[in-house]
């Protein structure tokens, strides 16, 4: 079982949509990035957090520690929030290490 | 600003060439990355560095070299290329990891091994 798990894998959205995807985690954390790439591949990070919850424009995400389970949320859709969008987290214990999962694919169809 | 600048964009090799990816960032950041990314996976660390002068073997090292000569510029060297390492390489680069500072991604190289 990977230690950072996403879902769904695939999202197929109409614009406008309010987009939910899930990020689960089996490991002790000191923080938790959700990274946006896009076609074309260039990968933009959109949020850290260790805790709580975080809004920029229309996107949000939250953390839940204790259930190890974070969610980016995208309000009213739009056709250019189409990518992969990346889980990752830094694990505790002094590691560099940041675990990725498999990341979702979302579409936004107008 | 540049922010994290990866060369070059797409690559051809052929088994057994070597090839340097170059990455350099003008954010004075400590800590760079380099990642692989391949179909279906999630990024995999290659290798990394906390400063100048110091590097440190991720979870797939191998068949590849890193150098730090430099805060602004940290090279991934391929020496025997590899059809395995087929993929897209990402490099990065943050401020502080003890502060769980954002994280800076280059736009990325593709490279094949045939």
Same mark, same amino acid.
């Given at each position: 079982?990977?230690?950072?798990?996403?879902?769904?894998?695939?999202?197929?959205?109409?614009?406008?949509?309010?987009?939910?995807?899930?990020?689960?985690?089996?490991?002790?954390?000191?923080?938790?990035?959700?990274?946006?790439?896009?076609?074309?591949?260039?990968?933009?990070?959109?949020?850290?957090?260790?805790?709580?919850?975080?809004?920029?424009?229309?996107?949000?995400?939250?953390?839940?520690?204790?259930?190890?389970?974070?969610?980016?949320?995208?309000?009213?859709?739009?056709?250019?929030?189409?990518?992969?969008?990346?889980?990752?987290?830094?694990?505790?214990?002094?590691?560099?290490?940041?675990?990725?999962?498999?990341?979702?694919?979302?579409?936004?169809?107008? | 600003?540049?922010?994290?600048? !990866?060369? @070059?964009?797409?690559?051809?090799?052929? /088994?057994?060439? %070597?090839?340097?990816?170059?990455? =350099?960032?003008?954010?004075?950041?400590?800590?760079?990355?380099?990642?692989? !990314?391949? @179909?279906?996976?999630?990024?995999?660390? /290659?290798?990394? %560095?906390?400063?100048?002068?110091? =590097?440190?073997?991720?979870?797939?090292?191998?068949?590849?070299?890193?150098?730090?000569?430099?805060?602004?510029?940290?090279?991934?060297?391929?020496?025997?290329?590899?059809?395995?390492? =087929?993929?897209?390489?990402?490099?990065?680069?943050?401020?502080?990891?003890?502060?769980?500072?954002?994280?800076?991604?280059?736009?990325?190289?593709?490279?094949?091994?045939?």
């Amino acid at each position: 079982k990977n230690e950072v798990e996403q879902s769904p894998q695939n999202l197929t959205a109409q614009e406008g949509e309010f987009i939910t995807i899930n990020c689960s985690y089996s490991v002790g954390i000191s923080a938790l990035h959700w990274l946006q790439q896009h076609p074309g591949g260039g990968i933009v990070s959109l949020f850290m957090l260790s805790s709580g919850k975080k809004k920029h424009g229309r996107l949000i995400a939250t953390i839940n520690i204790q259930e190890k389970h974070s969610s980016l949320h995208i309000t009213a859709s739009h056709p250019r929030d189409s990518a992969v969008y990346i889980c990752a987290v830094r694990t505790q214990g002094g590691s560099e290490k940041l675990v990725f999962g498999k990341g979702t694919k979302l579409t936004v169809n107008p | 600003n540049a922010g994290v600048t !990866q060369t @070059p964009k797409f690559r051809i090799l052929k /088994i057994g060439q %070597s090839m340097t990816l170059q990455c =350099t960032q003008d954010m004075n950041h400590n800590y760079m990355y380099w990642y692989r !990314q391949d @179909p279906g996976m999630g990024l995999k660390l /290659i290798y990394y %560095s906390v400063g100048a002068g110091i =590097t440190d073997k991720g979870e797939v090292p191998n068949g590849y070299n890193v150098s730090r000569s430099t805060t602004e510029d940290f090279p991934l060297r391929l020496e025997l290329a590899a059809p395995s390492q =087929t993929s897209v390489y990402f490099c990065a680069s943050s401020y502080n990891r003890a502060l769980n500072t954002e994280a800076f991604f280059g736009q990325g190289t593709r490279l094949t091994v045939v």
